[in-house]
């Protein structure tokens, strides 16, 4: 994280070659002359979703054509259903139709879904041209555009298949998260709180500060607090590129979120589910004594305020069957990233701790009571 804010900026080591994460209000109107600067074939794909093309990615691929980039502006329906192979083919299809070459390059401009989707068209496109991303929800800006990994979900499960592909530079306008509806705010800003949560109490303390800010998308609090947790994961990422150990940190809160999202058939949205994944495993970690007491009280306090979940309810016995399938079960118990405490994760055994089934299945009721 540089002195001069905003904009701020994180590089990311990708053994590949390291990117920079650039974060601030308004940045994205540098794009064109970066563009310009490494792109040789001056020929872009710019693909955007539905909602984000007439909001954002239509005149940012104007101020390109001014700079005197070709640009072939692809989009796709909104939402994860088109995240899929099918989306896939039909935008690389529309590439080839456009005449792009291997000097061509992708840029993203959108949510996760965009940002995954189109990072799987570049990392397969011609053998891969280069990537770059400008994500424009905060679970894009702090999560998904970090890290390499791209693809697409098919029917036995989410983003089975993919490709890590390092994006070129990642540009965060904390301008464009100003359209943002509101219910994807809060549930986005889950996955900062969880960077918190396992390494670095002041980041959480500061993100609970700037709640309303935060909620109201002020362009300059959400680029500090962006910064920080990109920086956040991007240590992590660093220490552990392709997912061999440490890097199943970032799955805190994610093993019982992932069972309460499948069994509620996705009515519950990812950062909810993620959110109250966080306290049940908290409360796991107090229940086994490796959590310090009056961690999940915290968590809680932090969390429920961002995510509505009035109402929410799942049966318990049907996420218990997600909950065996899910990939970290070695046995018959599940494995489980827990915290020390707020700001600490715990080393456990390579990351992870084996939990009985029995108390998975009564933490679950309660969280969800
Ligand atoms: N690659 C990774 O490491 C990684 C990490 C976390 C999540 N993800 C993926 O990210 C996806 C979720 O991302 P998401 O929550 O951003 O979903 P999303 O891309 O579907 O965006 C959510 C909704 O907000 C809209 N939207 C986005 N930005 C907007 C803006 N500025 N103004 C108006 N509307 C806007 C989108 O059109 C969509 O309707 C999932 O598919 C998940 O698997 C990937
Ligand atoms: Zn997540």
Known sequence: VT?????????????????????????????????????????????????????????????CRAADIDV????????????????????????????????????AVGGGVTTDLAGFVAATYMRGVPTVLVPTSYLAMVDASVGGKTGVDVRAGKNLVGAFHAPELVLADTELLATLPHSERGQGLVEAYKHGAILDEE????????????????????????LESVALKAAVVARD????????????????????EAASEYEVGHGAAVALGMLGEAVLGERLGVTSPGTSETLEAALRPLIGTSGLSIDVDRALRYLSVDKKARSGDARFVLLERVGHVSPGDGWTHAVPRSLVEEVLSEVMG
């Open 203 to 226: 980041h959480f303390q500061r993100l609970k500060e700037g709640r309303s800010e935060l909620l109201s998308a002020d362009p300059v609090v959400a680029a500090r607090a962006i």
């Open 241 to 260: 590129e392709f997912e061999g150990g440490y890097r199943q940190i970032l799955n805190f809160g994610h093993t019982l979120g992932h069972t309460i």
């Open 3 to 63: 002195e001069s804010f905003p904009p701020g900026r994180v590089v990311v080591g990708a053994s590949g070659a390291p990117y920079t994460v650039v974060v601030g209000p308004g940045i994205v109107g540098g794009l064109p002359e970066e563009l310009a600067r490494t792109l040789p074939g001056r020929r872009v794909a710019l693909i955007s979703d539905s909602h984000v093309a007439p909001l954002h990615a239509e005149r940012i691929a104007d101020s």
């Open 72 to 107: 072939a502006l692809l989009t796709f329906e909104a939402g994860e259903a088109s995240k899929t192979r099918k989306t896939w083919s039909i935008l690389t299809d529309q590439m080839l139709e456009a005449g792009l070459g291997r000097d061509s390059c992708v840029v």
